[in-house]
Every structure is written in C-alpha cells, then in structure tokens.
C-alpha cells in the first residue's frame, strides 16, 4: 500500500512537499505546502499561478469562512498534485531535508484556491487514509 511520511517539531504545524505537474507529467514546481484540514479546498499562491503555473481561472468561491473571517477566492484545477517523500536529517535545532523521492500519491484535476502559500486543503486530504500519531508523524496512504 503506497504512503508517504511528514514528521513535525511539536508545537509545529505539519509541512508536506508538493509537487504541481501537468497532466503530460511536466513539472511546473516544488513546494512546502501547510496541511490544513481547516480548509476546504487546496490553495496555491496568486503570484506563483500568474508568475510560472499560468493556470486560467474556472470559477470564484464567494462568501468562504476563514480564521480571519468571510472571503472570496478565485479558484483554478490543478492537472496533477503529487506528495513527495522528504528525507530529512536532524543537525541539533535544524532539520536539512536531503531528498525527495517520488511516490504515486498524486490527484488529478484539483481544484486550488488562489491565496498566499501553498496548503493541502480537505479536497486533497480526504482521498487517502490519513492517520497522525502522538510522536508527531502524518501518515497519507492509497487502499
């Protein structure tokens, strides 16, 4: 059973890495993405789409609950979101991530908010079997 492993310093949030693809598997980007199970649907930096991914607007969400309070968010379908595996090594107070490795744990044509940074939201997370442990580790797996 595919799984891929996030480890967090307590007190932290979990991290996961991502990657954006087209659906041709062509790489767009790398990046640190928040796990949110706050939020309802994933979300991608405005400037990052506008900049490199040039994804076209396929609809707006209006009147979106957030911490901060009520919002509206213009939203896009991403080809491909694939989880990478991090490997890190922990150096005193520093954790160094050395590697990514590949896994199979991608969704196709997700639908991501444009915002500020990169989160996994709900419509990512509940597509797998996710599990978090006292020690401080999250567990995405594929039945």
């Not at 979106?64 to 009520?70: F, M, P, Q, W």
């Amino acid at each position: 059973m595919p799984s891929v492993e996030y480890r967090k310093r307590p007190g932290s949030p979990y991290f996961a890495a991502l990657r954006i693809e087209l659906g041709s598997g062509e790489v767009l980007t790398q990046a640190r993405a928040l796990v949110d199970t706050g939020a309802t649907k994933c979300v991608i930096p405005r400037e990052d789409n506008e900049r490199l991914l040039h994804f076209s607007k396929a609809g707006c969400d209006g009147k979106v609950d957030t911490a901060l309070g009520e919002a509206s968010y213009d939203w896009v379908v991403v080809p491909r979101m694939t989880l990478m595996m991090k490997r890190e090594i922990n150096i005193g107070p520093l954790y160094v991530t050395y590697a990514l490795e590949e896994t199979d744990l991608s969704l196709d044509n997700v639908e991501a908010w444009l915002g500020d940074d990169y989160m996994i939201g709900m419509n990512f997370i509940d597509k797998f079997d996710v599990t978090m442990s006292k020690a401080g580790i999250m567990t995405f797996r594929r039945d």
